[in-house]
């Protein structure tokens, strides 16, 4: 039997094929539902993802793998949950959103938008060399990128190291800040969870929340995301600028 085989969800659930049954998935089958292993395996099948390995991050509403693709390099793999989501609460916040005020209240449709937007989002982003993973693909829940780590083995969060020197950091995430608002984009959950360190150098990533800056609730969005910066900062002995709302928000254009 050959990937190629398989074109469609209804012949995939008539085939009956199990996650076991595919070698190249090193991870238990409890992640997944069959929609959700139909997609994986479609990406297996178009040549995106070579293996899945492990998970290195599970969370409410999406689950991260570790992979690689044909070239044997790691790759990030973003599974959204399907069965077990608060999609209405999706909903909610994607029809706020000027790009996707159209898509259904319908949970699948909705989980399938939320992926969309986040490919999306990160296009912008790594178009405008901010620090982020690269996007790669995306097919319906499953968002495939380049992976910030060593050896299958994700960067650590800001919140889990000691930084060196934090007053540097500070200097470079203001930074990707003003990639993001030169880019009309506000990431809209930007904290020290979701900012990763490589070889010192901050990387952004979660990017499912990111507004661009048309949204009714950029301001907030904005202010939210560098009060939560400097926050953290403050904490660490940094001299916070208190106007740094002000001048990104020129930046921006949202004056």
Same mark, same amino acid.
């Given at each position: /039997?050959?990937?190629?085989? &398989?074109?469609?969800?209804?012949? $995939?659930?008539? +085939? #009956?094929? %199990? *996650?076991?049954?595919?070698?190249?998935?090193?991870?238990?089958?409890?992640?997944?539902?069959?929609?959700?292993?139909?997609?994986?395996?479609?990406?297996?099948?178009?040549?995106?993802?070579?293996?899945?390995?492990?998970?290195?991050?599970?969370?409410?509403?999406?689950?991260?793998?570790?992979?690689?693709?044909?070239?044997?390099?790691?790759?990030?793999?973003?599974?959204?949950?399907?069965?077990?989501?608060?999609?209405?609460? /999706?909903?909610?916040?994607? &029809?706020?959103?000027?790009?996707? $005020?159209?898509? +259904? #209240?319908? %949970? *699948?449709?909705?989980?399938?938008?939320?992926?969309?937007?986040?490919?999306?989002?990160?296009?912008?982003?790594?178009?405008?060399?901010?620090?982020?993973?690269?996007?790669?693909?995306?097919?319906?829940?499953?968002?495939?990128?380049?992976?910030?780590?060593?050896?299958?083995?994700?960067?650590?969060?800001?919140?889990?190291?000691?930084?060196?020197?934090?007053?540097?950091?500070?200097?470079?995430?203001?930074?990707?800040?003003?990639?993001?608002?030169?880019?009309?984009?506000?990431?809209?959950?930007?904290?020290?969870?979701?900012?990763?360190?490589?070889?010192?150098?901050?990387?952004?990533?979660?990017?499912?929340?990111?507004?661009?800056?048309?949204?009714?609730?950029?301001?907030?969005?904005?202010?939210?995301?560098?009060?939560?910066?400097?926050?953290?900062?403050?904490?660490?002995?940094?001299?916070?600028?208190?106007?740094?709302?002000?001048?990104?928000?020129?930046?921006?254009?949202?004056?």
């Amino acid at each position: /039997m050959k990937f190629e085989d &398989i074109y469609s969800f209804d012949d $995939f659930k008539k +085939r #009956k094929i %199990r *996650l076991e049954d595919i070698k190249e998935f090193k991870v238990e089958s409890k992640f997944f539902d069959e929609r959700t292993l139909f997609n994986l395996y479609r990406t297996m099948a178009k040549g995106i993802v070579s293996s899945i390995e492990f998970p290195v991050k599970e969370g409410k509403e999406s689950i991260v793998l570790a992979g690689k693709d044909k070239n044997d390099e790691w790759i990030a793999i973003k599974v959204y949950r399907i069965l077990h989501c608060d999609f209405k609460n /999706m909903w909610k916040y994607l &029809i706020a959103d000027p790009r996707f $005020f159209h898509v +259904r #209240k319908s %949970r *699948l449709q909705v989980v399938i938008t939320w992926a969309r937007r986040e490919y999306k989002n990160l296009k912008i982003a790594y178009k405008a060399k901010v620090n982020c993973p690269k996007p790669i693909f995306v097919l319906e829940n499953v968002l495939v990128m380049s992976f910030i780590g060593e050896n299958g083995i994700p960067s650590p969060r800001l919140s889990d190291i000691k930084i060196k020197n934090p007053k540097k950091m500070y200097e470079k995430v203001v930074e990707e800040i003003e990639k993001m608002s030169k880019a009309k984009l506000i990431h809209g959950d930007l904290s020290q969870f979701n900012i990763l360190s490589k070889d010192d150098q901050p990387f952004i990533i979660d990017f499912s929340q990111a507004i661009r800056t048309r949204h009714p609730f950029a301001k907030e969005f904005l202010e939210r995301d560098i009060n939560n910066i400097n926050k953290f900062f403050k904490k660490l002995g940094v001299e916070i600028d208190e106007n740094l709302f002000e001048k990104m928000k020129i930046v921006a254009g949202l004056e």
